[in-house]
C-alpha cells in the first residue's frame, strides 16, 4: 500500500466516533505546520481562507491550476493526513468533478470537502445532481488505490425553502441520501445548538461533521451528542486577521508593538514552517 493509501486509511479511522476528530482549517504552508507541530491528527484546508490568500474571493473563482499548485504545496510539507475542500467541485458534470477531486488526491489530498450549492447564486443543488455528483467520486475513490474520504456538505439549513423546521428536514434528507449513495461522513452547515445536533446526529446515525462558531457547544458535548467531526472552518483565518487588526489599532493609535511581540515565534521557528518536519509528529 502506498504511503498515501495509509493516510487515507488512518484518516477514514479518525471518523470512527469513538472519540471527536477536531480538524483545524489551515489556509497556507504555515498554517498547516502550526496545526501539526501542536498536535492535531490531521488538517484540512479552508476554501474561504485558502482561496482569499491567494486572492479570490470563496467560490470558484480561482484558476483551478492555482488551486491544485496550493493543495499540494501544504500537502508536501504534512506528515498527517490532510482534506482539501473542493467547493463545488470545480466541475459542471459528475466526469468534471471527479477530474477535479482527482487532481486534487493527485496532488496529495486523502479526504476532500464538498458542497451541495451555487455560490454565485446562494441556491441549493437539485438534491439528484448532487447524488450524481457524489456517485462519480464513489466510483472514482475504487479506481484509485486511494480510498480518499468524501465529506458531503449540505447548505439546506442556509438555502432550503419554507420555515427552520423544513429547512431541518431537508438538510437530514439530503444528507441521509448522501449517505447511502457512499459519502463518508455529511457536514450540515449551520448546526450549532446541542439539541438541533443531537437530533441530526440520531437521524443520521451516521459521522457528522459541524463547524467552530459562536454557539457551538465544547467538545465533550458534542462528543456526548455523537458529534464525529469538528472543523474549523474559517474560523482560524478570522482569529489571525482579528490579531493582524488589533496589532495594526495598537502600533498605530498607542504606539506600542505588545501584539506583534508576545506569544510571537522567532525568524527560525517560521523559516522552518516551509519545510517538513524531520520526524513524524509523537
Known amino acids: 500500500m502506498s504511503r498515501q493509501a495509509e ?23 504555515p498554517s498547516a505546520r502550526v496545526f501539526e507541530d501542536e498536535g492535531f491528527t490531521a488538517v484540512a484546508t479552508s476554501s474561504a481562507g485558502l482561496l482569499t490568500s491567494l486572492g479570490y474571493p470563496d467560490g470558484e473563482e480561482i484558476p483551478f491550476s492555482e488551486f491544485v499548485s496550493a493543495v499540494g504545496r501544504i500537502a508536501r510539507v504534512l506528515f498527517v493526513p490532510l482534506s482539501a475542500d473542493v467547493v463545488g467541485g470545480f466541475g459542471g ?49 475504487k479506481s484509485l488505490g486511494v480510498r480518499f474520504v468524501i465529506n458531503a456538505r449540505t447548505d439546506a439549513l442556509r438555502f432550503g425553502e419554507g420555515d427552520d423546521d423544513a429547512k431541518f428536514d431537508e438538510a437530514i434528507r439530503r444528507a441521509k441520501a448522501y449517505r447511502d449513495i457512499g459519502a463518508d461522513c455529511v457536514y450540515p452547515m449551520g448546526l450549532t445548538d446541542s439539541d438541533s445536533i443531537g437530533r441530526f446526529v440520531k437521524a443520521l446515525d451516521f459521522p457528522v461533521n459541524v463547524m467552530v462558531r459562536k454557539g457551538l457547544p465544547p467538545v465533550s458535548e458534542l462528543q456526548r451528542l455523537g ?21 495594526s489599532r495598537e502600533v498605530l493609535e498607542r504606539g506600542t508593538y505588545g501584539a506583534l511581540v508576545e506569544g510571537a515565534i522567532t525568524f527560525d521557528e517560521l523559516n522552518s514552517l516551509a519545510v517538513p518536519r524531520k520526524r513524524r509528529p509523537a
Open 7 to 29: 493516510k487515507a486509511e488512518e484518516f477514514r479511522g479518525l471518523h470512527d466516533r469513538r472519540r471527536v476528530l477536531i480538524l483545524p482549517n489551515a489556509w497556507d504552508v
Open 227 to 247: 458529534v464525529a467531526r469538528v472543523s474549523f472552518g474559517p474560523s482560524a483565518s478570522y482569529a489571525a486577521m482579528g490579531l493582524l487588526e488589533r496589532a
Open 93 to 141: 458534470t459528475p466526469e468534471g468533478v471527479a477530474r477535479t477531486v482527482k487532481a486534487t488526491v493527485g496532488a496529495g489530498a486523502v479526504g476532500i470537502n464538498i458542497e451541495d450549492f451555487v455560490h454565485s447564486g446562494k441556491k441549493l443543488l437539485p438534491v439528484e445532481k448532487q447524488m450524481a455528483r457524489l456517485r462519480a467520486l464513489v466510483r472514482l475513490q
